[in-house]
């Protein structure tokens, strides 16, 4: 079946329907190996092990960025390509995407509290984040402020799309501006700074959350088609009872 | 060039007009400053420390209530569907209802600024840095928020949402507004630095906002 073929609503729930339960299965496993692997891994040497909470705290990061990017793929596809499936990508990963930057700063403000004495900070790095959760949850109110799902696709294609510019600032924020969160040190020019003790396992637990956003997101794109499929029905059946 | 010169003059015409509200966003913005010092306290001190702050946020405020006239107005009365049938860009039409909001409602408010800086204890050196990154900077909200108001011209209650989508945008343009206002007056920083930054960010959203906005009202009115 040639990879088109998904574009097909009917065929794409199909193949999620067979493709979730391994996908969850698989995301279980991945987290239960990656935490415990971050378990085993040493204490950092001068935080011990709170500084186990980044093996949450950065995936959750990572995936809150990709998500948006995830997105503005999606919003693309909508605008230029007008792939059928696109604005259910979109629709679905927004409120993925803002609970793993709620998720992000949870964990970071816990991480905080005490290592630098403080819950929040006004720096680059937590701001632009921040940034990046009213964004989410702003399209995630235009979604459900428009009735009509096809203009709110190209409306919320076009705010994704001006957003998109905000994760180049997250990720370079560290190094633009004197900022209190560390600096880049997994993704960047030249070697990793991270000891493979600690980097395994985080790249591990990376791979477990994108796992997990794989998972919920086709899951959710199946129930937008289907509360799609609701809605449509709901307006014939109002269309058949106006017209009798 | 004639169809856009004619829609400034008809947009800027229209917004002196009794119903369209230029000079109601620098009565907004005086309230606003009025309101500050209740919350904040009379001292004279810390109202001048913040003063450029409780100003950016104030004009920042004003044209953000003034954006719902800015697209929605046409969309009411139909001229909007005239415009987009028109042969000129629609880019470009929108860049040009831009310029006609700023120059009825964010001129204003940096006109005000003056006024408004002695209600905050600034002295005239302040007063002058803020004037100058208000006037640098309100294009840029104007243009930020001309994203926004097309996104949500046709919705009923679209002045909330318009504000949510609107503001995590104009965030950094507030962030390099204060930050140029504070290196003139007191700033280790250069205020070339900031003032530079500032600037990009209105050149790029005189630049990004006609196309963000007309994309948006194109699949948005269908």
Request: glycine share 8%.
């Amino acid at each position: 079946m040639p990879i088109i073929d998904l574009a097909n609503p009917s065929r794409f729930l199909a193949l999620v329907g067979r493709l979730s339960p391994w996908l969850a299965a698989a995301t279980l496993l991945a987290f239960a190996y990656g935490l415990n692997q971050a378990y085993l891994a040493p204490d950092d040497y001068q935080q011990g092990a709170t500084a186990k909470i980044m093996f949450i705290h950065v995936p959750s990061a990572w995936l809150a960025m990709g998500c948006w990017a995830v997105m503005t793929i999606a919003a693309l596809g909508t605008l230029v390509w007008r792939h059928p499936l696109a604005d259910v990508a979109a629709k679905a990963a927004a409120p993925i995407g803002a609970a793993f930057t709620l998720i992000c700063l949870v964990t970071g403000s816990l991480w905080g509290r005490p290592m630098w004495g403080t819950y929040w900070v006004w720096d680059a790095r937590l701001t632009s984040v921040l940034v990046l959760f009213l964004m989410y949850l702003g399209v995630i109110a235009l979604w459900r402020t428009i009735d009509d799902p096809s203009r709110a696709a190209r409306g919320a294609a076009v705010l994704t799309l001006v957003g998109a510019v905000n994760l180049p600032i997250i990720k370079f924020s560290v190094d633009w501006w004197n900022t209190l969160h560390q600096p880049a040190s997994v993704v960047r020019l030249g070697a990793s700074a991270m000891h493979p003790a600690i980097l395994t396992p985080l790249l591990i637990m990376a791979v477990a959350f994108l796992l997990l956003f794989l998972t919920l997101h086709l899951a959710a794109m199946r129930n937008e088609i289907m509360r799609r499929r609701v809605r449509t029905m709901l307006m014939m059946q109002a269309d058949a009872a106006a017209g009798s | 060039m004639t169809a856009l010169s004619a829609l400034l003059l008809r947009d800027m015409r229209l917004a002196v007009r009794v119903g369209g509200g230029a000079l109601i966003g620098v009565l907004f913005f005086l309230i606003v400053v009025t309101l500050m010092p209740f919350a904040i306290g009379p001292d004279l001190a810390l109202l001048a420390r913040v003063g450029p702050a409780i100003l950016w946020l104030g004009a920042l405020l004003a044209s953000l209530l003034a954006l719902d006239r800015l697209i929605a107005a046409d969309h009411e009365d139909g001229s909007l569907d005239l415009i987009l049938m028109a042969r000129v860009p629609l880019e470009l039409t929108v860049a040009v209802k831009a310029v006609a909001h700023w120059l009825t409602t964010g001129l204003p408010l940096v006109i005000a600024v003056p006024l408004l800086g002695l209600l905050l204890n600034l002295d005239p050196k302040a007063t002058g840095a803020v004037a100058l990154t208000l006037l640098i900077g309100t294009p840029a909200l104007t243009f930020i928020g001309l994203i926004g108001a097309a996104l949500s011209v046709a919705l009923r209650r679209g002045g909330l949402l318009l504000a949510v989508l609107v503001l995590p945008l104009t965030i950094p343009v507030l962030i390099f507004g204060v930050a140029a206002s504070n290196a003139a007056i007191v700033g280790p920083v250069a205020l070339g630095t900031p003032l530079t930054i500032l600037s990009a960010f209105t050149l790029a959203s005189i630049v990004l906002g006609p196309f963000a906005a007309a994309a948006a009202l194109r699949h948005g009115m269908e």
